[in-house]
Each structure stands twice: as C-alpha cells, then as structure tokens.
C-alpha cells in the first residue's frame, strides 16, 4: 500500500490545472494557469469501465483493451477503449444485454481517476481567477417578451466591477456580456441561485434573438442539462437545473451558504438575508424589492445600478466564506471544482477508493443492497428555560470510533480507507484549533471562514461513516455501520451519565453533543473548558469531548426545536417549528420576540405582545407587508393548493401566474386568495387570529398544565371579550418557571 498522500492526493502531482475537458473523442484538454495566464495542453484519454466477465469483451467489436484486475471482488475486470463513441456503444449493449459493469459517467473524472491527477495543486483559493454576475430583469418568466434582461454585473478578480446595461436591444446586451465574460477569461463564474434563474434565463432569452453564449474556453455556448440533478446539504437535497461552460467551473453560493450553515444558523438562504444574519452587510448597502425593479429601472436607475452592483460584491463575499473547503477538496478528488461543489459525499468517496484501488491494480466490490440498521442517539431530558447552558460535543464522533476501534468495510482488502479518515481527521481538528485562537484574537471573519471550513471538513469526515450505510458505495458495509452507531449511542449516554454524577443538568442529546446547564460554580469559559476535561477523563481512548459552545439561556421545547440566546444578545431558533420561512411575518417577528423574552424572563410581556397582536388582527392594523404568504408556481404547488389555482385564473396579467415565478398573496374574508397589491382591508381576521394561536402552541412545553397554557394564550376569535381574557391569567397567579 501506497503512502497516505498518495491515497488522498493522487499520484501525478502536475500543479496549476484549472480545468480538465474532453478534447475530440480520445483525448482531453489540461487548461493550466500560471503566473497569471492560462495555458492550453493536450493529453491522451482512454475511456474505461469496470466489469464482471471478460468473455463479453474479448470478442467486442470495439476490441477493448482488458485487465485482470488483483483479488476477488466481484468487478475484476478493467475494460478500457479508444475513444469515446466506442465506450458509450460498448456501455449500451452490456446495458441492453443486463451485464454488471460500473462506469463513472463524466469523462472528467474518468480521466482523473485513471491519470492520478486533480485540480488546483499547488495553488491558494485566491489563484484561480474568479468572476461574480448577477442579473437584473423585469420579469421571472423568461419566455414573456416583456421579461427583458435589463442589467449584468460583473466583478471579478483584481478589482474588476462592471455594469453592463440594456441600451439598443436585448440582444446587443447579451454579446457584450459574452464578449467581456471572454475577455475577463474567469475559471470560475459565481451567482447566487445561477443554476435555477440566471443561467436558463439568460439562454432562454439569448435562445429567442439567436445569440450564442460563447462563454466556453473553446468558443462554445453556455449550456443548460436536461432534465434535474439534486444538490446534497447536510440532510437536505435540493433540486436544481444543472449548468455547463467549457473549461470553467460554475459555483452557486445559493447552494454553498446552505453547505457552510451546517448547523442550522441561518433562516433564510436568499443573498440579502444570508449576508446580513452573517453580519456581513455594508452599511450603504443599496436594496431594491423585486416587484420593484422595473419600475426603479424607469424611474430611479442609479438606485437599480447599486444595487446590482452591491449583489455581486455580496456574492463574493459569500463565496470566499463558503467555498473555500470545497476548493481545497478538489485538490484531493479527482473530480472537477463545479462537481465537488454540487456533488454529495457518497460519490466522492466512491472516487477516492476507485482512485486508490486501481492505482494498485486491485479489484472492486459492488454495492451491498440496502438493509435498515440502528441510528444515533437524540434524547431530550428538559423542557423549559434554562440558565446559563453549554454545549460539549465529542469530536467527530463517529469516525474517532473508527479510529479507535479499527472499524471500516470488511471488503477494503488494501486497507486504503482509515488510513483516508485519518488524515482528512487530522486536517478538521487542525481547522478548529484555528478557529479558536481566531476566537481569542478577536479576527471574526478569520474564526467565520475556520470554522466554515471545519464544518464542511466534518461533513466530509462523517461521510466516512454515512458512506458505511450508502447504498451507491461500492465498498458500503451496514454492519460496520451499525458497529459505528451502537458504540455512538454507548458513549453519549455514558458523557450523560458523566455530567449527572458531575452536578450538571443534561437538557437535550443529539447523536454527538449534550446541552446542559453547569454548576453553579461553572461559571467562566475556561471553568466550563476544565469542567468538561473531568466529565470526558473516563471515556474510551481515542474519543475527546470539546467544549463546543456557552449561551446565556436556551428555551427548550421539544427534541431538536430550541432557541439559544448568546452572551452578546444574539439568538438562535433550531427546529422547524421555530424557523418556518412559510409563517407569516408578523407572525414570524411574535415568534422570535416571544422566545427572546421567555429566555430574558420577561414573561409577562410575552403575553402583552399576544393579545396587542390579537387587538392589531381585530382591528385591521397589520400592513399587507406582514401577512404576505408566498408560493412558487408549478404543477406540484397547483395540484396541493387549488385556491392558489382559482387565484391564478382571476389574475389580470396571466404572465404573473406562469411556472416558475413566485406570487405573493394574502387569505381573504371569504376564504380565498388575494394579490397582496390588491389588498383592500379585507384579510381573515378569523384565520389570523387562529394562526397566532396555532403559533403560541409552540410555547406549550413551558407551562406545567394545558389550563396554565390556556389562561396565557388563551384562543381568541373575533367575538372574545379581550379584557375578561386578559384578566383571566392574572386571577390565577400561575407561576410559569414553578418547577
């Protein structure tokens, strides 16, 4: 076996490789950038796949050339042809014939895979020439004449900040954009939300006047996938209409901030609000609605222009936080920046053991067929307000159990896959380390960017364990899995345990980590640092307990929805219950304001804010601005909500209830729909006021009975009595923190 480096990083170490392309049907394009210019070089491509049998090939027509491969797994056979079109035959026949073979379907990473190359050796994220657009339009349907690309802006490296604007005609816009995108020469094109808005509209829109997006290094177009691919974030997958460019990378920060908000930080992945909760926003930063645009465009253009200008400036931003993990993982896998960033872990892992047992010769296993096995270990011990509270964390949990324990795939005959961990292991802990003297020293958007990329590294770490129990990994094992998770929940419990016999209250477990609140004489950072050192001292050899968190208070309600209130002020809603991005505003902002004041101990203005909202609701005080509902228009959304069908057919302008766009609208007295621009005072106070309650249900948890909880909240429909109600409470004396 190979050394480690070799393992991670491939075996040809050839530096400055931007960007790999097939080139003809046998060969591939190596584009190279050094000293600030980019090269062009030429190198020989042999497409493969992996099979079963050998008899097939022998007497294919294509005559491939064929390899034993080492050992007994069952894909033995190594099948490599001399050019493309051959492969792609030779694959559908074995297909039609129902042969086992496997096969990477991108040439890319074939290529690298085989050649032990891969992108950006030797290089820093700030090497590659990277370019920042974003797009303004007066419409979200591309296919309305009247939804005209209006405004491109362009930054890029060295300072570059471009406006191009609409002046003649569409279409002359477009090849300007294309003439300086070809000039600018990037290796890599950042947006935010690329993928499913200003890619397929700028060639749906080019595609209606007969320009060609010549943005590839070879001349040719931009060029839009068929059909969906998925986009993995931590447990979500996303859907998104993939993009190509020859020769460069296209990375979507849209994507990236939700890959870099591991924990759940952030309500809302749009640009704006994922800037500012990052507290990143510059003061002057200029902001235009979207309903707006054309009409600021008419009327107030300077406004429009920076703005436009400000969204790639904060797209740059969100990119150098996000996407330097992603950048530095494309320095180990042998695959292309744009497929690191949208592909999910499991393939990537795939890569890594093709790569190094086919560096050596040996044969590969398929897949085990999926089979269920136990999971980790979630557990809430309390319910309530709780002060002050800390969170410890054991450090990469699940692969410290396969190090310490030697657990991995009974079928990694070369021993190839720990030794991986290991290293990638040693690189997360190093970024967290990073992260706190950042920390200490004060440098926020140093000890942001550390600890982005120690997120995303225990992403990658952990899907060493995942990749156990995935049913696409060729070397997938779900009893090593289920060994990994048994030994999690065994020593999990046991840290609870641990803090109990310590004087701690244990709140809530969540697979690695355990919210509690300390002893009262636990009471400084480096006190609570001490403290979990003496809970961790009888722990298995190998597994480290951190200190991975302190809060003022945390408002636990059920498993896994709870809000922590920082030091500073600051807070945090986890759970879906508490970050529903489909409430409405008003009811949103009572929701935050509620769990900020429970955790403040101001009860008795809680309930001051519900029955002055209740009051608001009754008399017709609230702005159409706070009780907008939103939906995005497509077969799926129409079938479940037939009132929104009703609303589309009533609309004046039909381009507005097209697939694809977003309508924003209200519930009406009567029960139907309504443009929030057409609202007249004329919204359902009814459901509204069933809606703030259905809200308050949240809090539920924190009151010892259901009449304590009725008295505080108690329901309130357009007839109630708001004073007897208010009185109600009072008369009772209840005491909400009486434990």
């Known amino acids: 076996m190979r050394d480690t480096a070799e393992l991670l990083y491939g075996h040809d170490p050839l530096p400055g490789i931007v960007a790999v392309e097939r080139f003809g049907n046998d060969g591939v394009r190596l584009y190279r950038r050094s000293d600030g210019t980019v090269s062009v070089a030429e190198a020989p491509f042999r497409p493969w796949l992996l099979a079963e049998r050998a008899e097939r090939w022998r007497v294919h027509h294509a005559a491939p050339d064929i390899t034993e491969l080492a050992g007994e797994h069952t894909l033995r056979y190594l099948v490599e042809f001399a050019d493309w079109p051959r492969y792609l035959d030779a694959v559908q026949l074995a297909q039609d014939a129902g042969d086992r073979i496997f096969r990477l379907r991108s040439p890319i990473e074939q290529y690298l895979v085989r050649s032990g190359r891969t992108l950006f050796k030797d290089m820093v994220f700030a090497d590659p020439k990277r370019l920042q657009i974003d797009i303004e339009t007066t419409g979200l349907d591309a296919r309305d004449p009247e939804s005209r690309v209006i405004v491109v802006a362009i930054k890029a490296s060295e300072g570059v900040e471009e406006l191009l604007l609409l002046e003649h005609d569409e279409a002359e816009l477009l090849a300007r954009v294309t003439e300086r995108l070809r000039a600018l020469d990037p290796d890599v094109i950042e947006g935010h939300n690329l993928f499913n808005f200003d890619l397929p509209f700028l060639v749906t829109r080019a595609d209606r006047f007969g320009v060609s997006l010549r943005w590839g290094r070879d001349g040719s177009p931009l060029r839009i996938g068929a059909g969906t691919s998925r986009f993995k974030a931590g447990a979500l997958t996303m859907p998104y209409t993939p993009a190509y460019i020859h020769g460069r990378h296209i990375v979507d920060t849209y994507q990236q ?105 040996h044969s590969i296993p398929t897949a085990q067929p999926s089979r269920g096995y136990a999971g980790g270990h979630a557990e809430l011990l309390e319910t309530g307000v709780f002060r002050p509270v800390v969170k410890c964390d054991v450090e990469s949990l699940y692969p410290s159990i396969m190090l310490a324990e030697g657990i991995t795939s009974s079928r990694d005959t070369l021993g190839a896959y720990l030794p991986m961990l290991a290293d990638l292991t040693r690189r997360r802990l190093d970024a967290k380390g990073e992260s706190r003297r950042a920390t200490k020293t004060g440098q926020e958007a140093e000890r942001a960017m550390w600890e982005g990329m120690q997120g995303s590294f225990k992403v990658l770490i952990n899907s060493f364990y995942g990749y156990l129990g995935y049913g696409g990994g060729l070397f997938n094992d779900y009893d090593a899995a289920e060994r990994v998770t ?42 609570e640092e001490l403290f979990i050192t003496e809970v961790a001292s009888d722990l298995p050899p190998g597994i480290r307990l951190s200190h991975d968190g302190r809060y003022a208070g945390m408002l636990s309600l059920r498993l896994k929805t709870y809000a922590l209130l920082d030091h500073d002020g600051g807070m945090v809603l986890k759970g879906s219950a508490l970050r529903s991005r489909r409430m409405e505003p008003f009811l949103r902002q009572f929701l935050v304001d509620a769990a900020r004041r429970f955790l403040r101990d101001e009860r ?27 939906g995005m228009i497509n077969d799926q959304t129409l079938a479940k909500f037939p009132r929104l069908q009703r609303l589309i057919a009533r609309l004046a302008n039909p381009a507005l209830g097209r697939s694809g766009g977003r309508l924003e609208f209200y519930e009406r007295q009567d029960g139907e729909l309504g443009l929030t621009e057409d609202w007249d005072h004329d919204e359902n106070t009814t459901y509204l ?40 409470e009072a008369a009772q004396q209840l005491d909400l923190f009486a434990v």
């Open 604 to 630: 008795d203005a809680v309930r001051d804010d519900y029955f002055q909202l209740a009051e608001r609701i009754r008399g017709r005080d609230l702005k159409p601005a706070e009780i907008v509902q939103w």
């Open 257 to 361: 901030i939700q890959r870099y908000d591991i924990g759940g930080h952030l309500s809302s992945y749009g640009l704006k609000q994922a800037v500012e909760e990052l507290g990143l926003t510059r003061p002057d930063r200029e902001f235009v609605p979207g309903p707006q645009i054309a009409d600021v465009w008419r009327h107030d253009r300077d406004r429009l222009l920076r703005y436009a200008l400000d969204d790639v400036r904060d797209v740059e931003v969100l990119s150098s936080l996000a996407t330097p993990t992603e950048f530095y993982q494309t320095q180990i896998l042998p695959r292309s920046f744009q497929a690191v960033a949208t592909g999910g872990p499991g393939e990537k892992l795939n890569d890594l053991m093709l790569r190094a047992y086919l560096m050596h010769g």
């Open 689 to 728: 006021l069933r809606r703030l309650r259905d809200v308050a249900e949240r809090f539920r948890a924190l009151f010892t009975s259901d009449s304590e909880f009725d008295a505080f909240f108690p329901a309130i429909s357009t007839r109630t009595d708001l004073v007897a109600a208010r009185s109600q």
């Open 486 to 527: 048994l030994a999690g929940q065994r020593i999990v419990k046991q840290v609870v345990e641990n803090l109990h016999a310590h004087g701690a209250t244990p709140i809530e477990v969540d697979t690695d980590g355990v919210y509690f609140v300390p002893p009262a004489d636990v009471d400084v950072l480096g006190a």
